[in-house]
């Protein structure tokens, strides 16, 4: 069974330009949280989504967006992009029915805005 | 919101060794509560959780004890080998969202 998978591994952007980063959940998962990893804020929840419905947000700006496919496949989009940006982001996958149910993350993508 | 506290930062063993890792909520509501362990380079793995209704776990050479009362779960790793050194995040969910320790960083010396 194949783990959640994220694109690209690692993307190089410009001050002020957009970028679109994608997650493939764990076929059969309908959850698909996003988090921002950095050396200083850890662990950061941005948004989740369950059945192309964001169900739950977490505190960033709305430079920050997303969204969700029929087939839970997700993609993550930055716009407007500051240096403060870069860290790596991760996509967890889970069954979701049942929100306590575990969560398996991704290779993340590594954002670099220069 | 959920404030999960995590110590310590970083924490180095010898082989062999056992290694203990806490954290502390402050959300009554929370009910589930994994360990992740993520290496250089990789997203965070899943190695054990814990529920409320469960007071210990254990697989292998891998603990986790919940005490709901002080609001307090701890991750236990016996035997520690050199593969186990990488970053451990704990976390804590009220059926939400996640929320996560700041991490720690284990290194197991030879």
């Known amino acids: 069974k194949a783990g959640v998978t994220q694109t690209p591994r690692y993307l190089i952007k410009t001050r002020g330009q957009q970028v679109t980063l994608s997650c493939s959940p764990i076929s059969g998962h309908r959850s698909v949280s996003w988090y921002q990893q950095t050396p200083g804020q850890g662990l950061q929840f941005l948004f989740e989504?369950?059945?192309?419905?964001?169900?739950n947000k977490g505190n960033f700006p709305g430079r920050f967006s997303g969204r969700q496919f029929s087939n839970s496949r997700s993609e993550m989009n930055v716009s407007t992009l500051e240096l403060g940006d870069s860290a790596l982001y991760l996509c967890a996958s889970s069954l979701g029915g049942n929100r306590r149910t575990e969560a398996f993350f991704g290779q993340g993508t590594r954002l670099t805005v220069v | 919101g959920e404030n999960v506290e995590q110590h310590p930062s970083t924490l180095s063993v010898q082989e062999g060794d056992s290694a203990v890792i806490k954290c502390t909520y402050s959300d009554s509501a929370s009910n589930y509560f994994p360990w992740y362990k993520q290496e250089l380079g990789k997203g965070p793995q899943l190695i054990i959780d814990i529920r409320s209704n469960v007071g210990e776990k254990k697989d292998q050479r891998i603990a986790v004890t919940l005490n709901k009362t002080a609001k307090h779960f701890s991750l236990h790793i016996t035997e520690t080998q050199p593969e186990d050194s990488a970053v451990y995040f704990c976390?804590?969910?009220?059926?939400?969202?996640?929320?996560f320790g700041t991490g720690t960083s284990l290194t197991v010396i030879p």
């Open positions: 976390a804590a969910s009220d059926g939400n969202q996640f929320y």
């Open positions: 989504y369950f059945s192309e419905t964001q169900r």
